[in-house]
């Protein structure tokens, strides 16, 4: 499986989701500058996060229209995996592949920390390898998480099963619905505000992140095999 | 060239933290008859003089300057700018 990792100038976790792809899960993987146009021979997109543009406007607003991001739209379309983590998150929010909008942390304050996330759907493509209500640890790194939607997208969301992960315990940011992940509804776009890339190592205190990358793994090669045998 | 001034406001729907912070503020400050802070953006924009530059305005906030998940925007166009 090939992945590309895409770099906005103000991204800072391109590096973390790079070794968590190479040294975690022991594939390829290749950082691809967010002016060029094309993702051709790429299986799956990782959207990092950062600051891209600074936050300019509001988080995500101008990435959203990097030269990339046609690229990104069209690997949405054909079903390849689209992550997006954190600033990828809001970025996915503001490309119109995700429904709903950030807003400032209720609390006003950036929070760093691990939290506790529960897996609300582990029959997708990110989250096969995690149980159904299991809660993990993962890292949150954010001052704009908290997710906001009206109430016809909410249920939208509910009743076709996109919300994948929430913050279990307290809710740290005043996210709707303690809502920490969504995905599309075809289920190959992900964004969550938590860095599974920053949890992919027990020496980085929790490796909880990796089963979500070995997921997608597994259902690449599932998909070729299928493809092959069909 | 005309001047467009844009302002971009939080929808009516949407909780505003950062306005609930400065009101709290301006409770503490002995103001008790603000009974609502909301804080939005100004922008100011200069454009060539196009047959329609208020339909650009609107496709450039609806694109860009405002996110109509979360907020409204409204704009006043100013006649020429001297330069």
């Known amino acids: 499986m090939k992945t590309a990792v895409i770099v906005f100038p103000g991204a800072n976790c391109d590096q973390d989701m790079y070794y968590a792809i190479k040294d975690g899960l022991g594939e390829d993987v290749e950082y691809v500058w967010h002016a060029e146009t094309s993702l051709d021979g790429f299986d799956a997109v990782m959207i990092p996060g950062g600051f891209s543009y600074g936050d300019y406007l509001r988080s995500g607003a101008i990435a959203r229209f990097a030269g990339i991001m046609p690229a990104v739209i069209k690997a949405a379309q054909e079903g390849k995996p689209v992550l997006g983590v954190c600033n990828g998150f809001q970025i996915l929010l503001e490309a119109g592949l995700l429904p709903g909008a950030m807003l400032k942390n209720s609390h006003l304050k950036f929070i760093c920390e691990t939290v506790r996330l529960k897996v609300e759907n582990n029959e997708t493509l990110f989250t096969s390898l995690y149980k159904k209500d299991e809660i993990i640890r993962i890292p949150i790194a954010h001052g704009e998480g908290n997710y906001y939607c009206d109430d016809a997208t909410l249920k939208t969301l509910k009743d076709n099963h996109r919300i994948v992960f929430t913050y279990h315990g307290e809710n740290p940011n005043g996210s709707r619905e303690a809502i920490a992940g969504i995905m599309n509804r075809a289920g190959n776009v992900l964004g969550m505000m938590p860095h599974p890339e920053r949890a992919a190592d027990a020496l980085l205190g929790s490796d909880d992140g990796l089963r979500l990358f070995q997921s997608i793994l597994n259902h690449w090669r599932e998909s070729a095999h299928a493809a092959y045998t069909s | ?83």
């Open chain 2, 1 to 83: 060239m005309k001047k467009v001034k844009v302002f971009i406001t939080l929808k009516e729907s949407v909780l505003d933290p950062q306005g609930q912070a400065v009101m709290q503020s301006l409770h503490n400050m002995d103001y008790p008859n603000v009974k609502d802070v909301r804080i939005g953006k100004y922008i100011e924009l200069e454009l060539e003089d196009t047959a329609d530059v208020a339909a650009e305005v609107d496709e450039i906030c609806d694109k860009l300057l405002a996110n109509t998940v979360i907020e409204n925007y409204r704009y006043e166009i100013e006649e020429e700018v001297h330069s």
